[in-house]
């Protein structure tokens, strides 16, 4: 009871002791309950207030998480609590189909080793307002690993209280036949003129084989947004033991998908990016202000690398700070749809908390997210008839790579499951 007392008491510090309800998650409020379209997984469970800076990742931050099945391959799963004094997780992982709906298989038969494991003694943050705890993971383990590919989902959960805390998705594949992909440049295809990006695979697998045609599918996946990829909805197999998959003209994906850089390297002094802060006191948490963004549809937008950054700060002595995004948007371009920040600080997922507001004082429209030092990627997002629109406030002719990978799923015939038998990641030109 006094730990739980403490995590209330510490997330009233952060909001400044508010009751309206901000620190709801978004399973929990009707505005994004049900949205299609989310960056993050529909099945997801996103983090609650107490639960920040997570990251999941192969071999270093920013990587996919996306290992071969039997190999060395290692996630790493890192989070802080906001806490007082460390905490007890439990870790449970759950098998998935090609669309990320559950699949039917008891654990026993995608997992090996234990079904649970645990997690416990955080790393103090040196920082005390507010006091943080940092968790490491990694998996697979000697205690549990799995068995089977496809995809998965990573569960944790307090062990105290059994609530379910987050979960993350990754993807485990095996080595059965190769795929080669490749991307084609589509104009025309809106009324902004956007560029496209139309997107082939060819699967070679073993002609002679007992392999149904019918049970190859093949994904695309932009950015690692799992929960945006898009199934071949066109397929040859005119060639012996080759499956062509590709995704048809309408289905193309917008090769102008843009992310905004929050380089947060240190709250305590200003930079290009901070206009304003505060360091706080013992009763309230540090608080900056950005300066602002100004959606921008100039002809001769500045390139930016492929940066879909999660990366928080390792160091013992990193801080956590209220910051206040400022979004400046033409009267032209406004709109009464709510909007949204999303980004590496808060899993990509809507929550309530990091709506924008508009600012009749100043014209612009603010949100505020609690965010610890380090850097991130992030950008706005509107929310009309329970649609996300991830493009809204992107440039038109946008310079920016993408990052795309290639899925390659065959059906189980004993169990009825989907399994990942090949992967390629590949990127845009500018």
Known sequence: MFRIAAILCLIGVLYGCSTSGNNQT??????????????????????????????????????????????????TLRFDELSRSSGLFRISVTHHNADWTESSLVPNLFMQGFMEDYLHVGKAGRFQNPSWFAYSYTFPNSNMRVSRSGNFQLHVHNQETNEHLFSMPFLVYEESGEVSSSMEELYNLDSRYTRHHQLFARYFYDSASTISQSDISIYFVQNQFWSTARKADQEDF?????????????????????????????????????????????????????????????????????????????????????????????????????????????????????RLRYDASTGLYTGEVVVKEGRYSYKYVTVANH???????????????QEYHTLVYLLDETFRVDRLVAVQRFQSDF
């Open 26 to 75: 978004t399973q929990n409020d009707p505005q994004t309950r049900q949205v299609q379209g989310q960056l993050s997984l529909p099945s997801q469970i996103l983090p609650p207030p107490n639960i920040r800076s997570i990251e999941l990742f192969r071999n270093s931050p920013g990587q996919a998480p996306i290992i071969e099945l039997g190999s060395s391959d290692r996630l």
């Open 238 to 354: 005119s060639e012996a033991g080759v499956a062509r998959m590709y995704l048809s003209r309408d289905n193309a994906f917008v090769g102008t998908f843009e992310f905004l850089d929050l380089n947060l390297s240190s709250i305590d002094q200003y930079s290009m990016q901070i206009v304003d802060f505060s360091s706080g006191d013992g009763s309230r948490i540090p608080r900056i202000t950005l300066n602002r963004d100004v959606v921008n549809l100039s002809l001769s937008p500045r390139l930016r690398q492929l940066n879909r950054l999660s990366s928080p700060s390792t160091r013992e002595d990193a801080k956590y700070a209220l910051v206040r995004f400022q979004l400046d948007i033409p009267l032209n371009e406004r709109t009464n749809d709510p909007i949204f920040i999303v980004g590496g600080f808060n899993n990509w997922g809507l929550n309530p908390a990091n």
């Open 387 to 401: 649609q996300v629109n991830s493009l809204r406030f992107d440039a038109s002719f946008a310079s920016t790579r």
